[in-house]
Nanobody
Framework: QAQLAESGGGLVQAGGSLRLSCLVS????????VGWFRQAPGKEREFVAV????????YYADSLEGRFTISRDDSKNMAYLQMDNLKPDDTAVYYC????????????????WGQGTQVTVSS
């Protein structure tokens, strides 16, 4: 059974950058499509980005306006989320997860979630 662990969150000023990492253990990440989601206080978990297994295909939430970049290194069993020009509205707990089936932007279509990493963007 796969286990996921996110890292790289923290406190950053608006306009700054962070790089989140997702380490997958127990399974080969190469077989999986990996997604990033986020959840702000009092809000539902929302889709951020996804990178498809054995492919260079990536998809992003429209609201990100091209500020985030998802990538993966299958040799390290890692996935990443580079976040640039951060805004206070990006404040949330960020999660990575392994896609099971169905639409990429639906959290219910993912198995094996990490515990999340907190990102706080100050104005």
């Amino acid at each position: 059974q796969a286990q996921l662990a996110e890292s790289g969150g923290g406190l950053v000023q608006a306009g700054g950058s962070l790089r989140l990492s997702c380490l997958v253990s127990g399974n080969e990440i190469s077989s999986y499509t990996v997604g990033w989601f986020r959840q702000a206080p009092g809000k539902e978990r929302e889709f951020v980005a996804v990178i498809v297994a054995r492919s260079v295909d990536t998809y992003y939430a429209d609201s990100l306006e091209g500020r985030f970049t998802i990538s993966r290194d299958d040799s390290k069993n890692m996935a990443y989320l580079q976040m640039d020009n951060l805004k206070p509205d990006d404040t949330a707990v960020y999660y990575c997860a392994l896609h099971r089936l169905g639409l990429y932007d639906r959290a219910r279509n993912y198995d094996f979630w990490g515990q999340g990493t907190q990102v706080t963007v100050s104005s």
